[in-house]
């Protein structure tokens, strides 16, 4: 967090053997991120056994501020 008490967020997004990061949002406490088409995913397998058994995807939050470039903030499996 800044000397304001805001964040400068940004998502770390896993899947499989990819990973991608969105776009770092800045002086927020509340970001949305709208990017549609983040990674390329080939699902196979019947839909009905997928909505059942979804693959894990990791999401990870970082707060990118002035004095450390990557503060894990938060992380969802």
Known sequence: MD????SDPYA???FINQ???????QKTLCP???QGNFINMKLYGEPDEIHHD???ILIELFDKDQ???KKQSSRIL
Not at 3 to 6: L, P
């Open 67 to 69: 004095y450390v470039f």
């Open 32 to 34: 949305t991120w709208d």
């Open 12 to 14: 770390q997004i896993g």
């Open 3 to 6: 000397h304001d008490s805001f």
């Open 54 to 56: 979804p693959p894990n």
């Open 19 to 25: 990973s991608q990061r969105t776009e770092t949002i």
